[in-house]
């Protein structure tokens, strides 16, 4: 069983660098896709409250036999629990409906920044977090702007962004200022997403072949080089197996050169100050 290493965040705990990632999947698919992933050899599952499945992946957590301590849960609150204390509700329904008393990261799902809410959300993650309800804080889809006004008007620096981010959204500035401020870099959509043409490129093909291994795992092997932490999403257990399967072998110098040439640009993928829930 292979088991992902883990990356230090900010506050002293540690995430492993690859999960599950879990929608689009209903709660059925959810459940039976935990146990799978679980027996594969994860131990990190990312969820939110808009993907309607929290109640599979606890039912799975629960049938999976593992003890919680050793697993890392994520979950994100969307637009509906931003602002005041909104945070506190979403945050209580969500652990009742994964039937736990804390999870490991706990992020604002976007920053919606036209609502002018994600400084008071995130004062009331930080409160929950003092509680003990939640062990690391972050935020999905935030950009350097909306990170730098944070960090500005609140105390705690997110230990975590997950951002989308590929070989062909390589968000190379974003990346560079989560580091130079301690925060980890996490992926989703890393394969490129649904209807993405990012596996079929001839240059994955070619490496694939050298290494002897798939364009997927190519791909996901770019993000664990690049200290990136990431969640597949897959109901798949062989492709489960396969994008763990990734610890084996290093992309060259080269590789990394030739990967480059996938890269669309700073303005590839979704614009987070205009896009949201």
Do not use: C
């Not at 092997?221 to 489960?240: L, S």
């Not at 994008?243 to 080269?254: S, T």
């Amino acid at each position: 069983m292979t088991l992902a290493p883990l990356i230090k965040l900010n506050d002293g705990y540690s995430i492993p660098q690859v999960g599950l990632g879990t929608w689009p999947l209903d709660d059925d698919q959810a459940a039976t896709a935990v146990v799978q992933a679980l027996e594969a050899g994860y131990r990190h599952i990312d969820t939110a409250v808009k993907y309607g499945n929290e109640r599979g992946v606890g039912n799975g957590i629960r049938a999976s036999g593992v003890a919680r301590e050793e697993l890392f849960i994520t979950t994100k609150v969307d637009g509906q629990f931003q602002g005041s204390d909104r945070a506190a509700e979403g945050l209580d329904g969500a652990l009742k409906r994964l039937g736990l008393d804390y999870v490991d990261l706990f992020l604002i799902h976007w920053p919606l920044p036209q609502r002018e809410e994600y400084v008071s959300t995130w004062k009331t993650f930080e409160r929950l977090q003092a509680e003990g309800k939640v062990r690391s804080i972050g935020v999905s889809n935030f950009k350097p702007a909306h990170l730098e006004r944070l960090m500005a008007e609140t105390e705690v620096v997110p230990a975590v962004n997950q951002i989308q981010l590929n070989p062909a959204i390589t968000r190379t500035a974003e990346r560079e200022f989560h580091e130079k401020h301690g925060i980890v870099t996490q992926s989703y959509s890393p394969l490129g997403g649904d209807g993405a043409g990012l596996l079929g490129a001839p240059i994955l093909s070619q490496l694939a072949e050298k290494h002897g291994k798939t364009p997927g795992q190519l791909v996901l092997r770019w993000h664990v080089q690049n200290g990136i932490v990431t969640v597949p999403k897959t109901a798949n257990p062989e492709r489960m197996r396969e994008n763990l399967d990734i610890f084996d072998f290093a992309l060259d110098a080269q590789d990394l050169a030739e990967l480059a040439i996938l890269d669309e640009g700073p303005q590839a993928g979704n614009d987070s100050d205009v896009t949201g829930h």
